[in-house]
Nanobody, 128 residues
């Protein structure tokens, strides 16, 4: 069975950096999209960044230029490098995975896609 396990969250001061990791086990799909989502207190969960098996990427406007999503295929690990953090980046960050078509084929539908596999989440708290 597929399992996604996040790590790397914690407290950080505004302007600082964090790197989140998401290690996948039991993953056997050749074609897929992986993503990072976050949920701030009292707000709906939102997509932050996507990456597919071709390593094409897509970012939410709020994090573009500050966050970088990447994959280490040898380690079956997804990363989110977060720089220039601001208080609005505070929230629970979860990785997710969905088998199937690449980002280019999905277009804007990716922003409302239902991901089938989720990690448990890791808390990121940015203090100003």
């Amino acid at each position: 069975q597929v399992q996604l396990v996040e790590s790397g969250g914690g407290p950080v001061q505004a302007g600082g950096s964090l790197r989140l990791s998401c290690t996948a086990s039991g993953w056997y799909y050749r074609y897929y999209v992986m993503a990072w989502f976050r949920q701030a207190p009292g707000k709906e969960r939102e997509a932050v960044a996507f990456i597919d098996h071709d390593e094409d990427t897509l970012y939410a406007d709020s994090v573009k230029g500050r966050f970088t999503i990447s994959l280490d295929h040898a380690k079956n690990t997804l990363y989110l490098e977060m720089n220039s953090l601001v208080s609005e980046d505070t929230g629970v960050y979860s990785c997710a995975a969905d088998a199937g078509r690449p980002l280019k084929a999905r277009g804007k539908d990716i922003w409302t896609a239902l991901f089938g596999y989720w990690g448990q989440g890791t808390q990121v708290t940015v203090s100003s």
